[in-house]
């Protein structure tokens, strides 16, 4: 199973952005669906997570990103609004499953953020 993330690509300072990412199969009892992000030269940080029914996002991103999962479908989705050219990265999806007791990783996402 492979996790499949779309729809980044370069839009201007104050734009909005929806990507998603998608399972090439089923993964059973995804019980946590993470959006994390890493820009060029910095460590890989998480930006929204979805477990036990809440949504946590980091502080950089509250109030502008709103994520979404489907676990019956394995869809995760990230609303990016009021986007900033700090928010320039390649997004990365992560499901952890209960199941396997592993993480699945997406391949990446670039969105870059033009000021």
């Known amino acids: 199973v492979q996790l499949q993330a779309s729809g980044g690509g370069v839009v201007q300072a104050g734009g909005s952005l929806r990507i998603s990412c998608a399972a090439s199969?089923?993964?059973?009892?995804?019980?946590?669906m993470d959006w994390y992000r890493q820009a060029p030269g910095k460590q890989r940080e998480l930006v929204a997570r979805?477990?036990?029914?809440?949504?946590n996002y980091a502080d950089s991103v509250k109030g502008r990103f709103t994520a979404s999962g489907d676990n019956v479908k394995n869809t995760l989705y990230l609303q990016m609004n009021n986007l900033k050219p700090e928010d320039t990265a390649v997004y990365y999806c992560?499901?952890?499953?209960?199941?396997?007791?592993?993480?699945?990783w997406g391949q990446g996402t670039l969105v870059t953020v033009s000021s």
């Open positions: 992560n499901y952890y499953s209960w199941d396997t007791q592993r993480d699945y």
């Open positions: 979805i477990y036990g029914g809440d949504t």
């Open positions: 199969g089923t993964i059973f009892s995804v019980v946590r």
